[in-house]
């Protein structure tokens, strides 16, 4: 199954709301064409990322998928201070960006909600510095957890475009880019 994102807009921040069982595959149909291509970059939320179905896929479209692999820039952040720290520090190269579960890290309730809104803003702006020069895609799960609704709509109304992916049948979708 095809996602809405064929193609893949040169530059601009796209929310990708996706059901919480397809993540990784998803994540993973979306690297693989970019890694083949050139540089492209994962700042990990969720501790999502799908390292096995990502070599899986590249070996299937390449004799040598490690030099994909070695194109791609992983960090992890585990709380949302981290978080906001590494999208500060990322270059405003235009290089593909990918983000899955940015709002898990915001689900800390060691930190009172008004500093996780605080944080949250500071992201979100980062967020939109970074699709002014490449592609950047926030994967989140739908629906999203009650307790982050409210940052759920900051990060939706700061985003150029909102795409749901909803599998028919419960099937898990297979995401295909056009680049």
């Keep these: 199954m095809d996602t809405p994102l064929a193609p893949l807009p040169p530059r601009g921040f796209v929310l990708l709301l996706t059901p919480p069982q397809a993540t990784g595959q998803i994540l ?103 699709g002014r020069r490449a592609p950047l895609l926030v994967l989140e799960t739908q629906p999203p957890d009650e307790r982050t609704s409210t940052l759920m709509q900051m990060v939706q109304r700061a985003a150029d475009r909102v795409t749901a992916i909803t599998p028919p049948g419960g099937a898990l979708p297979h995401p295909t880019l056009c680049l």
């Design 28 to 130: 993973a149909g979306l690297l693989a064409p970019l890694a083949l291509r050139g540089p492209v970059r994962v700042v990990d939320g969720g501790n999502a990322f799908p390292a096995y179905t990502l070599a899986r896929l590249l070996r299937a479209r390449t004799l040598n998928p490690g030099t994909a692999l070695a194109r791609i820039a992983l960090a992890r952040a585990f709380t949302c201070h981290q978080m906001t720290a590494l999208l500060a520090a990322l270059g405003s190269d235009p290089i593909p960006t990918l983000i899955p579960g940015l709002l898990t890290t915001f689900h800390d309730d060691s930190a009172p909600l008004r500093e996780r809104r605080l944080l949250l803003a500071q992201a979100v702006a980062h967020l939109r510095r970074l």
